[in-house]
């Protein structure tokens, strides 16, 4: 067995490419964010394989901002913080970025259907 680490700005942009495909939603909040990583996780870690470490903090999700900012802002809504998928940035930008190094394993584990589930995609 060996340690898969998923790093927030795959999880950005894996949920990002999903959330413009289903309903073409450019914001997530960051609760939503947890949820969605945590189910990655439990994708990857399920098949025995791998072990899967997701590497997020509130630094890293600040610094997600700050580092593809060309990509990626910051908002607040009601009280919860969010990122949000600038305008003119579309899927085949988020995948040409972050997702042609990606192992099979992790797009894999992007794509099940429980993890799309923790998006709000059915």
Same mark, same amino acid.
């Given at each position: 067995?060996? +340690? @898969? ?5 795959? !999880?950005?942009?894996? %949920?990002?490419? &999903? !959330?413009? =495909?289903?309903?073409? $939603? ?15 996780? =439990?994708?990857?870690?399920? +098949?025995?394989? %791998? ?5 997020? $903090?509130?630094? *890293?999700?600040?610094?997600?901002? =700050? &580092?593809? $900012? ?12 969010? @990122?949000? !998928?600038?305008?003119?940035?579309? *899927? @085949?930008?988020?995948?040409d970025r972050f997702?042609?190094?990606l192992s099979y ?16 995609? $059915?």
């Open positions: 067995m060996y +340690n @898969i680490y998923i790093q927030i700005e795959d !999880l950005v942009a894996n %949920a990002f490419i &999903d !959330l413009l =495909e289903a309903n073409s $939603s450019r914001e997530i909040l960051y609760s939503d964010l947890d949820k969605y990583g945590a189910k990655v996780i =439990e994708q990857i870690n399920s +098949n025995g394989e %791998a072990k899967a470490i997701l590497v997020v $903090s509130r630094e *890293s999700q600040l610094a997600v901002v =700050e &580092d593809y $900012s060309d990509m990626f802002e910051a908002f607040e809504r009601e009280g919860s913080k969010g @990122i949000r !998928l600038i305008e003119g940035i579309h *899927s @085949i930008d988020l995948w997702c042609t190094s394993i992790v797009l894999r584990a992007f794509q099940a259907p429980a993890v799309k589930e923790a998006l709000g995609i $059915s």
